[in-house]
Structure formats: C-alpha cells, structure tokens
C-alpha cells in the first residue's frame, strides 16, 4: 500500500441500509478527512479528525459518523442512507493541519443510494 | 459566508496558455492551494501560495494577491494530458480549507 485505500471503490445502496466506507493510509499523517464532491459544487468537508482518538464536525456532518481508533485508519458510517447522500466520497491525510503541506486523497468511492 | 469563485469551464488549444483566476472571501486567510483532477480520479496538489506573487512550478505558476482576494493558475505549452478540473482552496483562520467548484478545462487540438 502506498497512499490511501479506500473502499469499496463504488456501491450501490438501498435507502435505510448502514454502511461504511473505509480509508486506510501509511504515511502516518496526523490529520484526515472525509470529503463528498457533488456535480456543481466545491469539496465539502463531513468530518475530520486531527489526530488519533480525536475527532471533529465538518461543513456537513448530518447522517455521518467516523471514529479515529489509530494513525491508519478512518472509517466513515452512514447509519441509515439516503438517496440526498448519493456522492463521490473522498478520504485525505495530511500530516498536519495547520501545516503548508498538501492534502493526499484517496481514489474516491462513489455511492448511489437508491 | 464564505466563497470562492472560479469559471465553470474554460477552452484552450494545445500548445496554448491559459489562465483560470480564482476570487475568495473567507474568514482570514492561511494559504491558496490549486489542484488537479482528471475525471473519475483524486485531486492532486499542483501549488501552495501564501505569500503575494508567483510561484513557479515547470509549465505551472500560481499567483496570490491577498490584498484583493485573488489567485490565478497560468498553464503553458499546454498539452491534451491537461485536460481537467482545477480547484482552488483557501485555508482560513480556523485552518479549514473552503473550496471551489472547480473549473472545468477543455483543451482541444
């Protein structure tokens, strides 16, 4: 692995199921992200997390949950989809906030909630 | 609110220059950064500014005037692998970046 891995890379998803995405990095960045992208719009940030064991409410946190239990590893949760949730979803690191380095993403996972 | 502004696309031709500006308001201001994303892939980081003026990078440069909200990407000798969206992103006081929408560039040969 080099980067970040996300999966699944696509779903589709009856409205009412659970699901969650999973992102993996090894580069040992303190800081990750979750992002969905919709046609039209920027980047908007559904939750974050700063460092291990912390983590923080986005632009649109709504219907999400994460939990940050290690370095690696931030996995994002829709605890009952719907079809508004319907996006590209992309998972980033960078190894600090606050610092002038740049965003990793992962490839994306494109949900289609139906 | 917060926003930032940029052109929903944008034509070139091959071996062409071109510019995509960039506008902000936000709520302080820690830095401009550009990137690039092929359709279906993940946006990748082109530059960072944070200080006014031009940064060079290659066929890229990024330009930052903070005292009027401004950025521009300027692409040279542009090639078809150009072909992409470019998102503009300020990071504000709270260190969380606000983005564009991002600006669609066609080049055609």
């Known amino acids: 692995i080099a980067g970040i891995t996300q999966a699944p890379t696509s779903q589709i998803l009856a409205a009412g199921r659970r699901m969650t995405l999973r992102c993996t990095q090894d580069?040992?960045?303190?800081?990750m992200y979750w992002y969905r992208q919709d046609l039209g719009l920027g980047l908007r940030l559904i939750h974050y997390s700063n460092t291990a064991g912390t983590t923080g409410k986005g632009e649109v946190p709504d219907g999400y949950s994460v939990s940050r239990a290690n370095t690696d590893d931030f996995p994002l949760t829709l605890a009952s989809a719907v079809p508004s949730q319907t996006s590209v979803y992309f998972c980033a690191s960078s190894d600090s906030p606050g610092s002038a380095g740049e965003l990793f993403f992962g490839e994306g996972s494109r949900l289609t909630v139906l | 609110g917060q926003n930032i502004d940029q052109p929903t696309e944008m034509t070139a031709t091959e071996g062409a220059i071109v510019q995509i500006n960039c506008t902000y308001q936000?709520?302080?201001?820690?830095?401009l950064f550009w990137y690039q994303q092929h359709a279906g892939e993940a946006p990748t980081f082109l530059s960072y500014?944070?200080l006014d003026g031009l940064e060079e990078k290659g066929r890229f440069s990024s330009f930052l005037s903070r005292s009027k909200g401004y950025s521009y990407l300027l692409l040279k000798e542009l090639q078809m692998k150009d072909s992409a969206s470019y998102l503009c992103?300020?990071?504000?006081?709270?260190?969380?970046?606000?983005w564009g929408a991002g600006t669609k560039l066609i080049i055609k040969p």
């Open positions: 992103a300020v990071r504000n006081s709270n260190y969380q970046l606000i």
């Open positions: 936000t709520s302080g201001f820690n830095g």
């Open positions: 500014n944070v």
């Open positions: 580069m040992r960045h303190n800081a």
